[in-house]
């Protein structure tokens, strides 16, 4: 699980890296929990699909629809 809940912007290096953890967990079975993301990663995540790839929570744990 990363906390993003004190992040204001993802950089494309932090995007990759979650993609590069995600093949890894998905490989043994996981999976990457992004949690607390703010509105804009919310954006910018929907835009590029990657909703579809990682599992997003709220910042008490939830699941973001």
């Known amino acids: 699980m990363v906390d993003l809940s004190g992040v204001q912007h993802l ?3 932090a995007v990759a890296s979650f ?3 995600h ?3 998905r490989a043994r079975g996981g999976t990457v929990v992004l949690r607390g ?3 804009r990663t919310l ?3 929907r835009r590029t699909g990657l909703w ?3 599992r ?3 910042g008490r744990g939830q699941e973001v629809a």
């Open 19 to 21: 993609l590069w953890a």
């Open 37 to 39: 993301a703010n509105r």
């Open 52 to 54: 579809r790839v990682l």
């Open 23 to 25: 093949r890894i967990c």
């Open 56 to 58: 997003l929570e709220t």
């Open 11 to 13: 950089s494309s290096t």
């Open 43 to 45: 954006d910018l995540l």
